[in-house]
């Protein structure tokens, strides 16, 4: 059966990982979009958390997505570059394989 839409993908799901670069505590979301309400909520659910683990303040934000600034300086990675994001990039193959 054709899809209608050509970007559906069928068996993809988008992984969403927030990573404190001082401590490394990470937290992850998987979801079956990549939209910004959706990537804007895990990071706002990733902001609690840190806050309940003692990270009270946001300094950056280093992304591939655009977020509402929550107070903390934007910084996107190179597209087509995943070692700038190598962090975020090692919890997605850790989800995936479970090492």
């Known amino acids: 059966m054709a899809h209608k839409h050509k970007r559906t993908r ?3 799901d988008d992984s969403n ?3 404190d670069d001082h401590c490394r505590l ?3 979301e998987i979801h079956d979009d990549e939209n910004g309400t959706t990537t804007a909520g895990v990071l706002l659910r990733a902001v609690d958390i840190f806050a309940r683990n003692g990270i009270s303040r946001i300094e950056r934000v ?3 997505k655009a977020f509402a600034q929550l107070g903390a300086e934007q ?3 190179k597209p087509h570059c995943p070692w700038t994001n190598g962090k975020v990039e090692r919890v997605n193959r850790t989800l995936t394989t479970g090492r």
């Open 10 to 12: 069928i068996g993809f």
């Open 17 to 19: 990982a927030v990573i």
């Open 26 to 28: 990470a937290y992850a």
């Open 62 to 64: 280093i992304s591939d």
């Open 75 to 77: 910084r996107f990675i």
